[in-house]
């Protein structure tokens, strides 16, 4: 997948919106690709979340309540030393937050007696920040809807857009109703289509109220749709 972060990294994805280029600007927050994508008799498989979010303690180390310096100033701070790991796709199961997604997909996997490899983020992708500036912390509110702008909106947009066109998913799972309403309605305003591509939401993975809830919307929509659209029929 080399050629694909270059192709994602191109100085032309999101030229329009930030000047060098997205993930040029912000290459901690590039998803990760597993080296099995698309293999291992199963479709290709992207998972996007909200958005990662920074403290309040942060402000004198990023810019990150000032959408328009995110975006757009020189020389500014952004993402501090200590949240890039946090900020990173590439999460293991240690990583509590995602825990429920990577034992669904390994029920999946293992009904369907279909080897993995142990580092399961290998066998799919994974963009962990849809929003690419973090959220703010108030109240204990952690969603981006909040704080969110339109330069965020525009920005999202484009730059899953672009992963798409790189990596062709065959399914797209949003771990956030907001997020998948978000994109839906900037691809439907671009007059994008995507019709060949299951583009569908769960509700978030590490809320045992929501991913157990009774609707169904949270492991039972997240593990139907993994044996519908993820293993190769």
Sequence with gaps: ??????QIRSFSLGKELIYEGIFNRFRELEPAIGKNY???NLNKLLVVAESNYFEDDLETKSVFKDAEKWYHSENCLLIP?????D???????????????FKSMKTVLNESNIKYDPYLLEEFAFYKNYFLRPASRKGGN???KKDCKQIDRDVAGVALCGIIDVIKPDILIFTSKYACEEFKRYYQN????FDKIKIEFVYHPSRHFSWNHRNGFGKQKFEK???EYWLKS
């Design 1 to 6: 997948m080399a050629n694909a972060y270059e």
């Design 38 to 40: 698309g293999m291992n």
């Design 81 to 85: 030393e200590e949240k890039k790991g």
């Design 87 to 101: 900020v990173n796709s590439w999460i293991g199961e240690g990583y509590t937050i995602f825990n429920n997604l």
């Design 142 to 144: 952690l969603s981006f």
């Design 190 to 193: 671009a007059n994008l289509v």
């Design 225 to 227: 749709l993994l044996r």
